[in-house]
């Protein structure tokens, strides 16, 4: 009878027909998923059905520890090791052993000057351990100060102007002792040779304030 009457309403009106068994539909739907639901969480406390809840969160963070936490040393384990003092040595300079002039030259002294001294063009000094002033002028001469005078030491043969008398900054140039000047008397010096081609180095033995045994040690 009611299958006849529901062929008889959709003949008549399919829309409405249509519409009713849509509404029919939705009303079945909305009951049976809240008794599913239900059904399905029912059994009590101990029911091995029963939904768990998750996590928040909040719970999450407190749960589990974060890679900075389990990274990051502690600051006890990270303070530097302060530096331990480093032992350091006192020394005391020994004074120079002085030692006897070459042979056959007579011993050799001074002290260094308290004023001005008259000299020309000079282009290098040095003093030596006996307290000796040595000096070099550009035109070729090697001076020393000892006993208060000045002395000519030696000579050099240099040009300090270019050909035709044009400037030039030639001549000797450079003076030096050696590190070992108390044991071995040596005196260097650097200078233009008179061709403006070539430069020497040289060495002369201190007897007694005298420039000798002048040898010719580097050729440029």
């Known amino acids: ?8 309403l959709l003949r008549r009106n ?11 539909l939705a009303v079945a739907v909305a009951v049976a ?5 239900a059904h399905r969480g029912g059994g009590g406390a101990g029911s091995a059905g029963r939904p768990t809840v998750p996590a928040t ?10 890679a900075t936490q389990s990274a990051t040393p502690s600051a006890s384990a990270t303070a530097p090791a302060s530096p331990s003092a480093t032992p350091t040595a006192r020394v005391t300079p020994r004074p120079a052993t ?14 260094p000057p308290a004023g001005t001294l008259a000299v020309n063009f000079p282009t290098a000094l040095a003093f030596a ?3 000796r002033l040595f000096w070099s002028e550009r035109r070729g001469t090697i001076r020393v100060l000892q006993g208060g005078v000045a002395r000519a030491f030696a000579t050099v043969a240099t040009v300090t102007t270019e050909p035709g008398g044009g400037y030039s900054e030639r001549g000797l140039l450079g003076l030096a002792l050696s590190p070992s000047f108390a044991a071995d008397h040596y005196v260097y010096a650097f200078y233009d040779l008179t061709d403006r081609v070539h430069q020497d180095i040289v060495r ?3 007897c007694g304030g005298v420039g000798t045994a002048m040898k010719t040690t580097s050729d440029f």
């Open 57 to 66: 969160a909040g719970s999450l963070a407190a749960a589990t520890p974060t």
């Open 14 to 24: 399919p829309r409405r027909a249509a519409l009713a068994g849509a509404a029919a």
């Open 204 to 206: 002369f033995t201190d």
């Open 98 to 111: 002085p030692t006897p002039p070459p042979p056959g030259c007579p011993a050799a002294s001074g002290t």
């Open 1 to 8: 009878m009611g299958y006849r009457v529901a062929v008889r």
């Open 33 to 37: 998923v809240p008794l599913t639901v």
């Open 129 to 131: 351990p006996d307290g």
